[in-house]
């Protein structure tokens, strides 16, 4: 079945109908023309999740705040307090990254939006290329570790886990992650010859008073909406679906104010939304068929065969699955990997007694880095379609290594101190 899907692919055939394709195919050889009622039971089920309802309006949250131009305000006033330091226009950068990141959930487009505004002004200032793409890819890969992202939520989903828990575990590693994002830029900055324009501008010659009140307007505004939709989730007085209305009617607000709420804005939006939820629940659909007939043809007593096989403990089992997950990365989008692979994985880290919780976290780190990690990198093909045209592949590659070997930090973190990933969710999470 793997083999299948792979070459499906590689013939050009869209993620969702390939897994659909190569399900329905295998699935005829155990139920006949009864495989027909298999699937529709599969879109069934998955239609009647309530949990998937969450993906809808977080999608619209970020389409609002981008098309609204609320990202372009942040972006000027976290241009104006951080970009006077060393490399301060990339720092600017990742750190917005990681706020566009909390306030969209969505991998790819966090990528886009801040290339978009970064890359020129980063240019115009004279930085190497391969930082400009290191900074902005690396950056983009956030959506995939930063709460509310909608990995989290499918992830939640697919492993019958709570999106809140999921949500306070990532919280610590995201910090690490950003944290050592951030240093890695401060140290460069600080080590590049001086004859390297990395001193912001920005911001020079305005009042401390006027800088207060840019702050209070372009930042305010979506800190509020970050807490509001993650405090109400953890704090357990709503549910992740509650809360991400409660996003999507923050957003729209928010461009209300700013007097962006306009017919064409708002049918952009909606449509944008349209578009990448279907193509998300397509795949859950995809998904779920293609890891259906996987079981009722046996598929989990092979590998949990091929473990027994192998003699691992506990330890090898879940360095075992990540590589799995790695390489599944090259070639699927991210909610693919976890269809497919979850409903395999999950019965085996009940048998070895490993914390899901804990493993979870494991998978988000090594989803984020073989989204950077050459030569497939998907981090870079979303690049390549926003970069100037005097970038090259090669600098593009340089730039991602170091945020790699961040994250990789990172995984060791998190394998030697579980702690790191479980602690949290005891102390936060009251409800859901």
């Not at 329905?24 to 069934?44: K, S």
């Not at 090898?316 to 699927?332: P, Y």
């Amino acid at each position: 079945m793997f083999p299948s899907v792979i070459v499906l692919l590689l013939l050009g055939a869209p993620v969702s109908f390939a897994l659909i394709a190569v399900g329905f195919a295998f699935g005829w050889t155990l139920y006949d023309f009864r495989v027909g009622i298999q699937l529709f039971n599969i879109i069934q089920t998955s239609g009647s999740q309530f949990l998937l309802t969450a993906v809808p309006p977080f999608i619209l949250m970020g389409c609002v705040l981008e098309r609204a131009g609320i990202a372009e305000r942040l972006f000027r006033v976290l241009q104006i307090w951080v970009g006077r330091f060393p490399n301060g226009l990339a720092l600017t950068t990742m750190v917005m990254a990681t706020m566009i990141a909390a306030t969209t959930g969505i991998v790819g487009a966090v990528e886009v939006m801040i290339g978009l505004m970064a890359v020129p002004a980063m240019q115009r200032m004279g930085y190497r290329n391969d930082l400009i793409a290191g900074t902005v890819c690396a950056g983009g890969s956030l959506g995939t570790m930063i709460p509310p992202s909608l990995v989290l939520i499918v992830y939640a989903s697919v492993a019958n886990q709570s999106v809140g828990k999921l949500f306070a575990a990532a919280i610590l590693p995201g910090v690490v992650m950003v944290g050592l994002f951030l240093l890695y830029i401060a140290v460069r900055g600080i080590l590049a010859p001086p004859s390297v324009p990395y001193r912001d501008t920005e911001g020079q010659g305005m009042s401390f008073g006027r800088k207060v009140r840019l702050t209070v307007i372009g930042l305010l505004p979506p800190t509020l909406l970050i807490v509001a939709v993650l405090g109400t989730i953890l704090a357990g007085i709503a549910t992740p679906t509650e809360a991400a209305a409660v996003g999507a009617l923050g957003a729209l607000l928010l461009a209300a104010v700013h007097r962006t709420l306009d017919g064409p804005m708002l049918r952009d939006a909606f449509l944008t939304t349209l578009r990448l939820t279907s193509m998300i629940l397509m795949i859950v659909v995809g998904g779920s068929m293609f890891s259906s007939i996987f079981r009722s043809l046996g598929g989990n007593d092979v590998v949990r065969g091929v473990i027994e096989v192998i003699q691992v403990d506990s330890f090898g089992l879940v360095l075992l699955l990540l590589g799995i997950v790695f390489v599944a990365g090259f070639i699927l989008e991210w909610v693919s990997v976890l269809l497919i692979c979850l409903p395999i994985f999950v019965p085996l880290l009940d048998l070895y007694g490993v914390d899901p919780i804990w493993f979870a976290m494991l998978t988000f780190v090594m989803l984020q880095t073989s989204y950077l990690t050459p030569p497939m990198a998907p981090s870079i093909f979303y690049f390549k379609g926003i970069a100037p045209s005097d970038m090259s592949t090669r600098q593009m590659y340089q730039g991602v290594l170091p945020f790699i070997l961040c994250q990789i930090l990172v995984m060791i973190l998190l394998l030697a101190v579980p702690s790191l990933a479980t602690w949290l969710p005891t102390v936060l999470v009251t409800g859901f």
